[in-house]
T-cell receptor, first 112, second 113 residues
Framework: SQQGEEDPQALSIQEGENATMNCSYK?????LQWYRQNSGRGLVHLIL?????REKHSGRLRVTLDTSKKSSSLLITASRAADTASYFC????????????FGTGTRLKVLA | EAGVTQFPSHSVIEKGQTVTLRCDPI?????LYWYRRVMGKEIKFLLH????????ESGMPNNRFLAERTGGTYSTLKVQPAELEDSGVYFC???????????FGSGTQLSVL
């Protein structure tokens, strides 16, 4: 079963607007990561937030983590056409064998 | 520093044939993972190597899939015989330490006709 589920499944915004994507997961985690996938390419790591952190920033990216609600959000501020991609969250569970579990992703389209 | 490389980038085969995918992780990365994404669905975990040892192969669909990592360097994923439902993009990723970020290859697009 999926550990991480992103929503919305698809998001279309105008350049300059902010984009917010959410991720929900089911079990306790060590950390949560966000990745981006441009069409036809591999995934690129964006940011890692550990379970004892609540918020993290990297450039135009802001990630929050609420372990009580088992959810995370990724905010991209002042979006650009180049941000058009699919975004995935991946969770590192505390129990069971070690592997990162990904969701179905959010397809973001930024219109110029 | 070279990234994770995968070969081939695309493979089109007929049902019943055999295909072998290769992944070269970043040098020094002991952890190597295989994932698969079927169109529009989640990126699904297949297996995890630490050096040459399989740590977790719980995601391997069935015994038609065989992964190896001889010498703890590159890895191969063989599908024999391929079925239609094996189509998808196969990603390889590596990391230096557990609980750290993954570096992904560009993937192999496998189409089984």
């Amino acid at each position: 079963s999926q550990q991480g589920e992103e929503d919305p499944q698809a998001l279309s915004i105008q350049e300059g607007e902010n984009a917010t994507m959410n991720c929900s997961y089911k079990t306790s985690i060590n950390n949560l990561q966000w990745y981006r996938q441009n069409s036809g390419r591999g995934l690129v790591h964006l940011i890692l937030i550990r379970s004892n952190e609540r918020e993290k920033h990297s450039g135009r990216l802001r990630v929050t983590l609420d372990t009580s609600k088992k959810s995370s959000s990724l905010l991209i501020t002042a979006s650009r056409a180049a941000d058009t991609a699919s975004y995935f969250c991946a969770t590192d569970r505390t129990s069971g064998t070690y592997k990162y579990i990904f969701g179905t992703g959010t397809r973001l389209k930024v219109l110029a | 520093e070279a990234g994770v490389t995968q070969f081939p980038s695309h493979s089109v085969i007929e049902k019943g044939q055999t295909v072998t995918l290769r992944c070269d992780p970043i040098s020094g990365h002991d952890n190597l993972y295989w994932y698969r994404r079927v169109m529009g669905k989640e990126i699904k975990f297949l297996l995890h190597f630490v050096k040459e040892s399989k740590q977790d192969e719980s995601g391997m669909p069935n015994n038609r899939f065989l992964a190896e990592r001889t010498g703890g360097t590159y890895s191969t994923l063989k599908v024999q015989p391929a079925e239609l439902e094996d189509s998808g993009v196969y990603f390889c990723a590596s990391s230096q330490d557990r609980h750290e970020k993954l570096f992904f290859g560009s993937g192999t697009q496998l189409s089984v006709l």
